[in-house]
Structures are given as C-alpha cells and as structure tokens.
C-alpha cells in the first residue's frame, strides 16, 4: 500500500498504452482528413478515429474520479494504478471499456462506464464525495466542448467532409454520456453526486439496486417513445453548440462502414 510519504515509482506516469491508444486516433484521424483512404476505406478510418477517441475521453473520465479523489484524500488510488491512464488497471475493465465501446457500435450511444475503486472511507467532507462523482462527467461535458467547438466558433471552412462527419459523430457520443451519468439513477455518477446528501436510511435502502441502475437505464432506452425523446434533448443541446444533425447522422453512417455506406454526403446537405 502507497502511504502519505511514500510512492511507487512510475504510478503517476501516462501509461505506453494510453499512448498508443492515442496514436491510433491521430492516426486514424489523419486518415479521415487527408482522404488517404478511399470507399469503404475512409468508413474504417472514422471508425477507428471515433472509436480511439472514445476509449480516450473514457480513460479521462475515470482518471477525473481517480485523480479528484487523490486530492480529496485516497492516496490509494496511484498504488492502484488509476492515476496512468491504462484502461485495463480499472476495477471493472469489460464495464469501463469493453461495453461502452460495444454499444457505440450497437446504437451510436455514449454509454457511460463503470467506476474506478475509491476507498470512500479516507475522504471527509460530503463536498468532496460529491465532486469525486461528478468528475467523470464533467470530463465528458469538458470533450464535447472540445469536439464542438470548431462548429459553434465557425472554424470548419476546408475541413475535409469525412472528418467533420466523425467530429459531429464524437460530440453526440460525449453529450450523451454526460447525460446519462448525469442521471440521478444508482450506480450511476449522478446519483454518486446525490448520495452523500441523503439520509443513511435511505442510502441502505438504495443500495440493493446500485449494480442494477445501468441496466434498469438502458432497458428504458429502448421504449421507442422515451428513446425518441432522449435523443430530441441530444439534438437541442448539439443544435445549440452549432452541430446540426445532419453531421451526426452521417458520422454515425461512415463509422458503421460493414453497411456498405456508398458514398460521403455533402456538406451542404
């Protein structure tokens, strides 16, 4: 165990895997704007920039948690390995990474992941607990506004089409997972954010249903009328930072690039 005085070297140093995970999506990234790729080709290069992209902003969100717990007083966390950006030193690696990535490819939905392990029991304050929480999230809310950026500052003129399709396709996936781990649903950040300020009534109560609040999320999801509307709110809020649907639409098309997307619309519409 890493005390207060004491720390392993290399446990705060960005993890090689990180990094390569990173080149990919510069790679990949490359790929989508110059046109190295053609047909089919230029698919795979948005869906593996999208994809990189995506375990990156994932990374991020756990170290946010990670990280905001450090300060906030569980020295454990770098002894764990949380502080390197790895993602296969998260507690739950296959809910961390492994699913999120799944349901991008299933639905275009940025399924929020699973948790990093904070020993809550060093951290004083109901503040802090609440802001290790919404950490994650945040990091989400703060990538959206990196992805959108170029649109609502009217920085896309030359950009090549394919590039910005994947942008808009990315931004979607990030406004999502905010709002999802924004729910106040257990197991989820939203509801981490919360807990502190309930009763210990209510917190044991709860505390049954924790490990089943994503599921319950996603099984809602799939009611047409409720998944109609969720994706109305990830619209206005994309429509208000300058990303028009027709941008995530068509990112959403060339990242499932097995369907055969046969050409690369416009931008015009």
Not at 53 to 63: D, G, I, P, R, T
Not at 118 to 142: K, Y
Not at 224 to 245: K, Q, T, Y
Request: proline fraction near 7%; charge should be positive.
């Amino acid at each position: 165990m890493t005390t207060a005085t004491t720390r392993r070297p290399g446990e705060r140093r960005i993890s090689p895997v990180f990094l390569g995970i990173v080149a990919v999506m510069a790679a990949a990234g490359w790929a989508a704007w110059t046109g190295a790729t053609s047909g089919d080709g230029t698919g795979l290069a948005v869906f593996v920039f999208v994809t990189a992209a995506w375990v990156v902003s994932l990374c991020l969100h756990e170290y946010a948690h990670a990280r905001t717990a450090l300060h906030s007083g569980d020295i454990s966390v770098g002894a764990k390995g949380y502080l390197t950006l790895n993602p296969v030193k998260y507690t739950h690696a296959v809910l961390s990474i492994v699913l999120p990535v799944l349901f991008v490819i299933m639905g275009g939905i940025g399924l929020p992941g699973g948790a990093v392990f904070i020993e809550r029991g060093r951290i004083r304050g109901r503040w802090r607990h609440s802001l290790i929480s919404a950490a994650g999230p945040l990091t989400n809310v703060l990538f959206a506004v990196v992805c959108t950026a170029p649109f609502w500052l009217g920085l896309l003129d030359g950009v090549p089409a394919p590039f910005r399709y994947a942008l808009g396709f990315l931004a979607l996936l990030q406004v999502t997972a905010a709002i999802l781990n924004f729910l106040p649903v257990p197991g989820l950040d939203g509801y981490g954010v919360l807990e502190p300020w309930l009763s210990h009534g209510v917190r044991r109560q709860v505390e049954p249903f924790a490990p089943f609040g994503l599921l319950a999320v996603f099984a809602v999801l799939w009611i047409p009328s409720v998944n109609g509307v969720f994706f109305d709110v990830i619209d206005a809020v994309l429509r208000a930072l300058g990303v028009h649907e027709w941008d995530t639409y068509w990112g959403q098309q060339l990242y499932r690039f097995w369907q055969g997307t046969p050409f690369v619309p416009p931008l015009n519409g």
